[in-house]
Every structure is written in structure tokens, then in C-alpha cells.
T-cell receptor, first 115, second 110 residues
Framework: ETGVTQTPRHLVMGMTNKKSLKCEQHLGHNAMYWYKQSAKKPLELMFVYSLEERVENNSVPSRFSPECPNSSHLFLHLHTLQPEDSALYLC??????????????FGPGTRLLVL | QKEVEQNSGPLSVPEGAIASLNCTYSDRGSQSFFWYRQYSGKSPELIMSIYSNGDKEDGRFTAQLNKASQYVSLLIRDSQPSDSATYLCAVNNGGFKTIFGAGTRLFVKA
């Protein structure tokens, strides 16, 4: 596989469920990102990992928990979500150099519906 | 004031015309500027990146950057119906956080 892949592509969950989103990048990049995209709103950065260390956390509720076991994989663990968390969750990766961010490449996203 | 502002549109242009998409940003320290295209139900894909003042051309696309005016634009020449999508402007100040605009919907009429 090439590029950035995400699974599952669609997810329906109840507010008491626990689920995980998975992202894998095959580009050899050193940074990975989670974004939330809601209808008619800008992409919202949730988490950034650089060289497997979390470097950005945008005041995301604790019901979202990221995990980056290595530079190619990124997870987003979900628990006790709210209906307003329903959105498209996008993973991205980039090859960052000091002082300049390079292009981010996005995965296809996971469409999440919380009932 | 929003950090990255775009007109939400829709911007409607006839096939073959030039589509002009505009974006303003608030952080004067911004260094990297990107235009992404997002088709309905799909993820964003990079169209152009620009880092210095002036124009940058790639095929039918031209990005224009004016840091003094905090303004970046994307011109699409010879617009095609397949260009119909939402175009996202994104700005980065050298850190890990890239700020995205809400996007401009473009509709190219055949």
C-alpha cells in the first residue's frame, strides 16, 4: 500500500462504547497528525506527533486518547463520546525539517457517527 | 478575527474561465502556505505550496503570495468541471501547527 491509510473508513458507536481509529503511513515521514473535520468548519488540529513524541495537543477532551507506537502508526482511542463528536477524522503525515513544515499528506478519513 | 479567512462561496465560473480563490491570514510570522483541494466525501490533497513572495505556477494553477498584505491566492486557468471542489487555504508559522481556512466551494459550469 502507498500513502496514508486509515481504518475503519466508517464507524457508528454508542456513547458508552470504546473504539480505536488506526492510521498508517508508508511515506517514511517523521510527523503524524490527527484532525477533526465537522461540516462547514475548518479542519481542527487535535494532536501532533514528531518522532513518536507528542508535540501538540490542542485542548482536546480526554475522551480522545492518541497513541503513537512508532513513526509509521498512529491510533486514536475513543471512549464515552458525545453526539457532537460525530465528524470526519483525518490522519496526516509530513516530513518536517527544523523551521519549516513540509506538505501534509492526508489519509481517506474515518467518518464517525456517535449515537 | 479568524486566523485564516476564506470566502465560503460557492464561487461559480463557466468552463474555460479563470477561477480566483483568495485567502487572508492574521499571523505575520507565517512562513509556509498551502492550497489543498477537497472533493465531497474525500480527504484534502495538495495543489500548491508557496514559501516566498510572488507567483508560483504549476500547470493550470498559479499561487500568489503577498506577505506584506497577508494575502495568498490561487488562480485556476481554463477551469474544468472536474475542478469543482472545496479549496482549503492552510498557513504555517514554522511550528507543528498548520491553520486551515474553512474553504471556498468552487463550481465550474459545463
Amino acid at each position: 500500500e502507498t500513502g496514508v491509510t486509515q481504518t475503519p473508513r466508517h464507524l457508528v458507536m454508542g456513547m458508552t462504547n470504546k473504539k480505536s481509529l488506526k492510521c498508517e503511513q508508508h511515506l517514511g515521514h517523521n510527523a503524524m497528525y490527527w484532525y477533526k473535520q465537522s461540516a462547514k468548519k475548518p479542519l481542527e488540529l487535535m494532536f501532533v506527533y514528531s518522532l513518536e513524541e507528542r508535540v501538540e495537543n490542542n485542548s482536546v477532551p480526554s475522551r480522545f486518547s492518541p497513541e503513537c507506537p512508532n513513526s509509521s502508526h498512529l491510533f486514536l482511542h475513543l471512549h464515552t463520546l458525545q453526539p457532537e463528536d460525530s465528524a470526519l477524522y483525518l490522519c496526516a503525515s509530513s516530513q518536517d525539517v527544523p523551521g519549516q513544515q513540509e506538505t501534509q499528506y492526508f489519509g481517506p478519513g474515518t467518518r464517525l457517527l456517535v449515537l | 478575527q479568524k486566523e485564516v479567512e476564506q470566502n465560503s462561496g460557492p464561487l461559480s465560473v463557466p468552463e474555460g474561465a479563470i477561477a480566483s480563490l483568495n485567502c487572508t491570514y492574521s499571523d505575520r510570522g507565517s512562513q509556509s502556505f498551502f492550497w489543498y483541494r477537497q472533493y465531497s466525501g474525500k480527504s484534502p490533497e495538495l495543489i500548491m505550496s508557496i514559501y516566498s513572495n510572488g507567483d508560483k505556477e504549476d500547470g493550470r494553477f498559479t499561487a500568489q503570495l503577498n506577505k506584506a498584505s497577508q494575502y495568498v491566492s490561487l488562480l485556476i486557468r481554463d477551469s474544468q468541471p472536474s475542478d469543482s471542489a472545496t479549496y482549503l487555504c492552510a498557513v504555517n508559522n514554522g511550528g507543528f501547527k498548520t491553520i486551515f481556512g474553512a474553504g471556498t466551494r468552487l463550481f465550474v459550469k459545463a
